[in-house]
């Protein structure tokens, strides 16, 4: 029963630490790392608050060192599933109805524990998992996800308060229940922001949550959930389960009171889980939600009257930060053939300057890939591009796993607009570069539109503001998040809502209340005052 209307704390997007040498924030998170590295954990499943262990386990390695094994987790059995379903659905009956305000204080504690005593495990963890560097791990693990569980609290309450209008005879107000059944998060590797959102925004609008984290990623989705119970969320309400990816989502999508799926991860992968959702539609209480971030091959278009270093810049952040491993990451850029020269000057030095190695070296920008098939498949487009005719390598091109899955970062120079990596999601620090003419402005924008099957991210770079008008016109459909004079990489919650549309999934916005309207159904209420006692209208008269 409410007993006012309470005002969250407004919300602010987490100040970056720099981790400069010398500062308090880098020697934490060394010794952090350093313990975490050396030692063994033990990751159970998490269901109705109760730690799982199956005793069928597989091993966690850092991809810098595949070799060094730094804990365990436990595989389920369908039944571990069935049990998650069956506990998060019995938890739904108290949780559905907890006061808003209570659901609310959970995850704006858990908000606070990542800003301040879980800051540096969090962001050793990511650096672990998914070789971070210390600043990925910090604008990822540490900042992102603080600010996501901050806004969404905030974004909760801004839906609650659009109300319809009422008038002297009835009173008109909306509920917005959460879904009725259980929801489905699946998550991936690359980002343990999006880990911990995809599902705590669907538990704080008072849903139960069955969450599938990548194999990739447990290491650091245990600190995530260790957050969360010792924030409060209640036993039941996200239940967390590992193993076949196919056997769990066979379960969950079989059950009838399944309600909605919340999926980052590869286009091909969303768009078979949609397909299976439609095939099991009858068998559903309510039309289930879908809602995915997938794919992403995300461009960079210079004009003529860009600064040559601007674009440099752009292409060397927006391609190779975290090894291009971001659905947002620059895989193909347009230069004009009279900045290219500049350009091309600056990306080689640049590159020369760049370090690979472990995250824990901090003079490192650059570090491995995620796993061994991420590998082989980038080896294999770069091999590719040694041999074809209508490309060339022009940095980079190397890489070895003897160690460390480690390619370095390299730019591929094309005369064929359409080349294989000018139009296929390559997920790895390779981008491809097309050489055009300067008074090809918006025949190349064409041609960016019109070239990839995506349409999440890019960028574009002028001085000439007749230029940026063109592109944000001719480029309206490419890109979901369109970025002007920047790399197409770095949205920030609360102030650029990230999603895409084509391939690059339902463009539900993460990081808005648009995505966190996906997971309530709406309950007019009309309550009249006066009840009419005859049928009879005045035209009757």
């Known amino acids: 029963m409410g007993k006012g209307f309470f005002n969250v704390p407004i919300a602010f997007n987490e100040p970056v630490k720099s981790y400069a040498p010398g500062t308090p924030e880098r ?20 269901i109705n608050g109760q730690h799982i262990n199956t005793g069928k386990t597989a091993t966690m390695s850092p991809p810098h060192n595949h070799q060094h094994v730094v ?28 006061p808003w305000e209570q659901r609310a204080a ?35 693990a540490a900042c992102e996800f603080v600010d996501f569980l901050r ?20 009173w008109n107000r909306v509920e917005y229940r959460p879904l009725e059944g259980f929801t489905y998060a699946v998550t991936p590797f690359n980002f343990t922001a999006i880990a911990g959102n995809l599902p705590s925004c669907m538990a704080l609008m008072g849903n139960v949550v069955v969450w599938k984290p990548s194999d990739s990623q447990i290491y650091s989705a245990k600190v995530i959930m260790d957050v969360f119970e010792e924030a409060g969320v209640p ?21 009838p009171d399944f309600s909605g799926l919340h999926f980052t991860g590869s ?89 690979m190695g472990t995250p824990e070296d901090m003079n490192n920008f650059f570090t491995a890939v995620i796993h061994e098939g991420s590998f082989d498949k980038l080896a294999g487009f770069i091999d590719r591009a040694k041999e074809d005719k209508d490309v060339e390598v022009i940095a980079g091109g190397n890489y070895n796993k003897s160690k460390g899955y480690f390619i370095e970062p390299t730019v591929l120079l094309t005369t064929n607009p359409k080349y294989v990596t000018m139009c296929e999601e390559l997920f790895g620090p390779v981008i491809t570069i097309y050489v055009y003419e300067d008074e090809a402005y918006e025949e190349t924008l064409k041609l960016v539109d ?65 995505n966190l309207l996906r997971w309530v159904s709406p309950r007019l209420i009309k309550e009249t005052f006066v009840t009419p006692t005859d049928y009879r209208y005045p035209f009757l008269g």
């Open 235 to 255: 036993p039941g309400v996200i239940n967390v389960v590992f193993g076949d990816p196919v056997m769990i989502t066979n379960t969950i999508l079989s059950s």
């Open 27 to 46: 020697d934490l998170v060394l010794k952090t790392y350093q313990e975490m590295y050396n030692s063994q954990i033990e990751v159970p499943m998490y």
């Open 450 to 514: 019109e070239t990839s099957a995506y349409a999440l991210t890019g960028a574009i770079l002028a001085t000439d503001r007749y230029a940026v008008e063109t592109a944000t016109k001719a480029l309206q459909n490419a890109a979901g998040n369109f970025y002007i004079n920047d790399k197409p990489t770095g949205a920030v919650v609360g102030q650029q809502p990230f999603g895409g549309a084509r391939a690059s999934g339902t463009n539900d916005k993460a990081g808005s209340a648009q």
């Open 71 to 98: 804990g365990t987790y436990h595989l389920a059995e369908k039944h571990h599933i069935e049990t998650a379903i069956k506990t998060a659905l019995e938890a739904r009956k108290q949780w559905a109805n907890l």
């Open 151 to 170: 806004f969404n609290v905030q974004f909760m309450t801004d839906i609650y308060q659009d109300q319809p209008e009422s008038t002297n005879e009835a």
């Open 267 to 355: 286009t091909f992968v969303f768009k078979e889980l949609w397909k299976q959702i439609g095939t099991n539609i009858h068998n559903y209480k309510t039309y289930p939600r879908i809602v995915g971030e997938t794919g992403g091959k995300d461009f960079i278009v210079a004009h003529h009257s860009a600064n040559p270093k601007q674009v440099a810049t752009a292409i060397i952040r927006g391609a190779f930060e975290f090894q291009g491993q971001k659905c947002s990451a620059a895989s193909r850029a347009y230069i004009p053939k009279g900045l290219w020269p500049e350009v091309k000057q600056q990306i080689l030095a640049d590159l020369k300057s760049i370090k």
């Open 106 to 140: 959970i995850f704006l504690k858990a908000a606070e524990l990542v800003a301040g005593p879980y800051r540096a495990k969090i962001n050793a963890a990511t650096m672990i998992a998914q070789s971070k560097t210390i600043h990925q791990a910090e604008i990822d």
